[in-house]
């Protein structure tokens, strides 16, 4: 167990639809970090939040967003899914600041049918 | 000019063998330099992390880097068939994952 939990796991939705996905960091960590890893691809970066606010946006779609809320968890909501959304999304935390490591948690795989 | 080109592979080799896994990056400002493993599908785990040039040795992994070129290296020694799994650089910064090298240990 890494410290960073994901829920769900497994989520399949119809195209068109809206899903949550939620995060909760490692204990003491303040920034979380979103990726989503479509089939043989690598991570890629979506979005930063550092205690509470956006800190870096990476190749996040309009439709998608996030939010850190105070107790520091965040959440990634897609909208309008698409067939091509399917992929694993993986959130990661750290301290903050450079010179750290980010945690991973073991993501959530997403089926757009 | 991607910011983190990694060589993409896949590798397959036999147990015992030395694997060779290599990267560049392009931003010369970066210091720390990290090695993820990553079981099929599952979240990247943190497996090496450096600071500037040099190398660094925790038992069979050493990582090197040479900030001059802005090359960095990941050796497995006596690779065996647990170390099976796709390894991603990241130098510093969550933009800056590498697309990832799968490596097959065949036993």
């Known amino acids: 167990d890494s410290g960073v939990t994901q829920t769900p796991k497994h989520l399949i939705t119809a195209t068109g639809q809206r899903v949550t996905l939620r995060c909760s960091p490692r204990?003491?960590?303040?920034?979380v970090y979103w990726y989503q890893q479509s089939l043989d691809q690598g991570l890629q970066f979506l979005i930063q939040?550092?205690?509470?606010?956006?800190?870096a946006k990476g190749n996040i779609l309009e439709r998608f967003s996030a939010q850190q809320f105070p107790d520091l968890h965040s959440e990634l909501n897609l909208s309008s899914l698409e067939l091509g959304d399917s992929a694993l999304y993986f959130c990661?935390?750290?301290?903050?600041?450079?010179?750290?490591?980010?945690?991973f948690g073991s993501g959530t795989r997403l089926t757009v049918v | 000019q991607k910011e983190v080109e990694q060589d993409p592979g896949p590798l397959s080799v036999p147990e015992g063998a030395i694997v060779s896994l290599n990267c560049t990056y392009s931003?010369?400002?970066?210091?720390?330099f990290m090695w993820y493993r990553q079981y099929s599908r599952k979240g990247p785990e943190l497996l090496m992390y450096?600071?500037?040039?040099g190398n660094k040795e925790d038992g069979r992994f050493t990582a090197q880097v040479d900030k001059s070129s802005k090359y960095i290296s990941l050796f497995i020694r006596d690779s065996q068939p647990s170390d099976s799994a796709t390894y991603l650089c990241?130098?510093?910064?969550?933009?800056?994952f590498g697309a990832g090298t799968t490596v097959t240990v065949r036993a």
């Open positions: 931003n010369s400002a970066f210091q720390y």
């Open positions: 204990s003491g960590d303040l920034s």
């Open positions: 990241a130098p510093q910064g969550p933009l800056s």
């Open positions: 990661a935390s750290s301290p903050g600041g450079t010179g750290h490591g980010y945690t």
């Open positions: 939040y550092y205690n509470g606010e956006e800190r």
């Open positions: 450096t600071y500037s040039s």
